[in-house]
């Protein structure tokens, strides 16, 4: 049955304000909307007081419909069981693992999901450019792209070199140190599902870089299934011998000692919090890039910190961050990472999927099943 009332429909963490132009053609008379450009911080986060969690409670409790961004609002069973009028969550994206999914079955709240494909009713702008390209024809991930950009940024200083030569920096306004060239360098992939393949086929193709993956339950039968579905041999790809595994699984230990540049892609869970912390950091030879795109509790941030304030790794480039946004006094905010015996850093504020064309995408195709929620249809992409 439709909604009688208007549905009251809160935005969350629309950094952009850029969802409700996509729901501006929904009679006003059937949906209030209400957007927050902000977060509050995590509900069940150790760091939260109980005045901050007073607040989302408070942020939340009158709306019957959330739209939210990703997970950038954790949805625990703690919050959601008081959240008396919460009847529907159209989430973007499509994995939410940090939404409580055994608890808002429970209470009959409904979960749709935004996968990137399109409307299905022809009204959409179409489907993202990255749905739309054969991953073995050069296809991809947004993740993919800053994955890249965060190794090349600071492999070649370019940061702290754009820094010096504007004048921001403490050396004389040109050269800081030497680059870091990647031809024939190992890349290690912790976690390897898609992305990680994806991150790896480049760094292969372009640079000729030997791979190393590794995550608890991977098989190599499994890499060899990814090297296929991205499009490069299964053995005797770039530098590797002819009979020799182009995407290697090798041992945790053995890709942290073995790898010039790590990347992480893991989906974090209870078991995988933490899954870098001081053991994994001191394998690293000095000389090793650390990337971070996936989760920032999948790192120790304590014993980063450390390694990176004494210089033990060559650098890190991190967009995610145990609390996000960054708090104004923050660690990585407020420490000098231009003095020198410190380890080189770069930071970016969670991009890896912030693309024009994906969130146009999913918004859309939130507004799709907004409109058959209100008309009491059947929705789309519904987990739950």
Not at 274 to 299: C, D, F, Q, Y
Request: charged share 25%; with cysteine; glycine share 10%.
């Amino acid at each position: 049955m439709a909604p009688q009332a208007p549905v009251k429909l809160a935005i969350l963490d629309d950094y952009h304000n850029i969802a409700a132009q996509h729901f501006s053609a929904i009679d006003s008379s059937k949906l209030e909307v209400t957007t927050f450009n902000d977060t509050l911080p995590s509900y069940t986060h150790p760091q939260t007081t109980d005045a901050d969690r007073n607040a989302l409670i408070d942020r939340l409790r009158p709306f019957s419909a959330l739209s939210t961004m990703r997970e950038r609002t954790p949805l625990p069973g703690a919050l959601l069981r008081q959240l008396p009028n919460l009847d529907v969550i159209f989430a973007t994206g499509g994995q939410f693992e940090t939404f409580d999914k055994a608890t808002m079955k429970e209470l009959g709240i409904q979960l749709v999901a935004a996968p990137g494909k399109g409307r299905t009713d022809g009204k959409g702008s179409g489907a993202s450019a990255r749905a739309s390209i054969d991953i073995k024809k050069g296809g991809g991930h947004p993740t993919t792209q800053h994955v890249w950009a965060m190794i090349l940024a600071l492999a070649r200083n370019i940061a702290a070199d754009d820094a010096v030569v504007k004048g921001k920096g403490v050396a004389a306004g040109w050269q800081t140190e030497l680059a870091i060239g990647l031809q024939g360098k190992t890349l290690g992939l912790v976690g390897f599902g898609r992305i990680g393949a994806l991150v790896a086929r480049v760094g292969m193709l372009a640079w000729g870089m030997k791979i190393v993956c590794w995550s608890a339950n991977l098989t190599q039968a499994r890499a060899d299934e990814l090297a296929d579905e991205v499009g490069v041999p299964v053995k005797g790809g770039g530098i590797v011998e002819e009979d020799e595994h182009t995407f290697k699984v090798v041992g945790k230990e053995e890709l942290f000692r073995s790898a010039d540049v790590v990347s992480l892609h893991y989906v974090l869970s209870a078991r995988s919090r933490g899954i870098v912390g001081a053991h994994e950091l001191g394998w690293m030879k000095p000389s090793t890039l650390l990337i971070n795109t996936s989760r920032g509790p999948l790192v120790e941030e304590a014993a980063l910190l450390d390694a990176l304030r004494k210089g033990r790794i060559r650098g890190a480039a991190l967009d995610v961050f145990d609390i996000e946004p960054l708090p104004a006094d923050s660690p990585w905010r407020c420490e000098d990472w231009d003095e020198e015996g410190k380890s080189r850093v770069l930071l970016t504020p969670h991009m890896g999927y912030v693309e024009e064309g994906t969130l146009r995408t999913w918004y859309e195709e939130t507004a799709e099943n907004l409109e058959r929620y209100i008309d009491g249809k059947d929705l789309l992409h519904r987990l739950v």
